[in-house]
């Protein structure tokens, strides 16, 4: 059973930087995408940026130049650095397999942005 379990989040100004972790559990770590989806209030869960076995990222327009997503196969982990972060960027962050994710999401973790 896959379990994914985020954490790192809270309340930052804007501009202010958030570095946030998951661990997963119960797949081959470094045989899998991984990626970091958001959920922000009543919008759609988007992806924000992708990891690939190799450690190439893709990123979300919105995002690009701000976040870095990196992995750490030894420990199981990714990551994902937010810097210059801005109101928009509230919302509950998830970490999950990509391109398809696993059907049972973590608890994610909220980062809230004041303006």
């Known amino acids: 059973q896959v379990q994914l379990v985020e954490s790192g989040g809270g309340l930052v100004q804007a501009g202010g930087s958030l570095r946030l972790s998951c661990v997963a559990s119960g797949i081959i770590f470094s045989f899998n995408a991984m990626g970091w989806y958001r959920q922000a209030p009543g919008k759609q869960r988007e992806l924000v940026a992708s990891i690939n076995r190799r450690g190439s990222s893709n990123y979300a327009d919105s995002v690009k130049g701000r976040f870095t997503i990196s992995r750490d196969n030894a420990k199981n982990a990714v990551y994902l650095q937010m810097n210059s972060l801005k109101p928009e960027d509230t919302a509950v962050y998830y970490c999950?397999?990509?391109?398809?994710?696993?059907?049972?999401w973590g608890q994610g973790t909220q980062v809230t942005v004041s303006s």
């Open positions: 999950n397999l990509f391109p398809t994710a696993y059907p049972t």
